[in-house]
């Protein structure tokens, strides 16, 4: 595992120390590696969604659609 060290203005310092503490992480370094996890997912997820949103349209969203969709989420 690597190291690296950040400064923070004294707010962000108290604001993550105040979070560890209160969210039950170990270590700032805990909380900040989540931060950097959740980033990373939020930035995945938008890639997705761009790429859904670029796709062509291949069908109908009809009810018939969405309830073939239900059927395969309740099974």
């Known amino acids: 595992m690597?190291?690296?060290?950040i400064s923070l203005p004294d707010q962000l310092k108290s604001f993550v120390d105040e979070r560890v503490?209160?969210?039950g992480y170990g270590t700032s370094s805990e909380y900040l590696r989540e931060l950097i996890r959740?980033?990373?997912?939020r930035l995945s997820?938008?890639?997705i969604m761009?790429?859904?949103?670029s796709s062509p349209i291949t069908g109908n969203?009809?009810?018939k659609y969405f309830d073939h969709l239900r059927s395969k989420v309740n099974q």
Do not use: V
Request: hydrophobic share 30%; charged share 35%.
């Open 2 to 5: 690597s190291t690296m060290n």
């Open 21 to 23: 503490s209160s969210s």
């Open 38 to 41: 959740r980033d990373q997912d």
């Open 45 to 47: 997820l938008r890639a």
């Open 50 to 53: 761009l790429d859904g949103a």
């Open 61 to 63: 969203a009809d009810k």
